[in-house]
């Protein structure tokens, strides 16, 4: 029997997330980890040089222009939990208006990005790519930015990474995640309403509250 989105959404909401072992293995697994990556959507740590960056990129920033593409950049590595089926099951959300992609271009070209899915408050982060320099840091910041300004809780960033914990995400135990997706799961939350913002504006925005 094969996964529905109804299904997926109905597991993110009890707190567990699927994986597949690689690209060619067609079974997916379930996971709740003992210690559950978040990232503080008031902590966001965004060093000196990433402030410079930000203020002097010509990177540029979009919502949902080409969420295949950033999930196709997000496999395109040699060792990936994405195959067809967990691809084909993120496409039926985006269409459903339940999977979202934050962009970086540069010149046209798109060479990062994030996606993930939102259920009420909270934001379950699936994956990220980067194809040049800062591009992941700068996609991060302009989600953390968005995800303040569409009224989000919870930051779910699943595993926490040495490049996520530099940014100021955290581990927690299973028990204070699913205490923190129960408090956000049913407020609502919106991820395409917020302005899009340039990385120059959302690091002026750090720098002011900081």
């Given at each position: 029997m094969r996964l529905t989105p109804d299904v997926l959404m109905q597991a993110y909401a009890s707190g567990i997330f699927p994986m597949a072992e690689h690209r060619d293995d067609p079974e997916i697994f379930w996971v709740d980890p003992q210690r559950r990556g978040v990232m503080p959507l008031d902590g966001f740590h965004a060093s000196r040089s990433l402030r410079r960056a930000m203020r002097n990129t010509r990177f540029e920033i979009s919502i949902n222009q080409d969420f295949a593409g950033v999930v196709e950049g997000c496999a395109d590595r040699a060792d990936t939990?994405?195959?067809?089926?967990?691809?084909?099951?993120?496409?039926?959300?985006?269409?459903?208006?339940?999977a979202h992609a934050l962009e970086v271009w540069?010149?046209?070209?798109?060479?990062?990005?994030?996606?993930?899915?939102?259920?009420?408050?909270?934001?379950?982060?699936?994956?990220?790519?980067s194809r040049r320099t800062?591009?992941?840091k700068i996609?991060?910041?302009?989600?953390?930015?968005?995800?303040?300004?569409?009224?989000?809780?919870?930051?779910?960033?699943?595993?926490?990474?040495?490049?996520l914990a530099s940014l100021g995400g955290r581990e927690i135990s299973r028990a204070a995640?699913?205490?923190?997706?129960?408090?956000?799961?049913?407020?609502?939350?919106?991820?395409?309403?917020?302005?899009?913002?340039?990385?120059?504006?959302v690091v002026q925005r750090i720098t002011q509250r900081s």
């Open positions: 939990w994405i195959n067809a089926e967990i691809r084909r099951l993120y496409m039926a959300l985006h269409e459903g208006g339940q540069e010149g046209g070209t798109l060479v990062g990005g994030v996606y993930g899915v939102t259920l009420g408050a909270a934001f379950f982060g699936e994956s990220m790519f800062n591009a992941s996609a991060l910041a302009c989600l953390v930015d968005r995800l303040n300004d569409g009224g989000f809780m919870l930051f779910d960033t699943q595993f926490l990474t040495e490049h995640y699913h205490a923190a997706l129960a408090a956000a799961r049913d407020v609502p939350a919106s991820f395409t309403l917020p302005p899009l913002r340039s990385p120059q504006e």
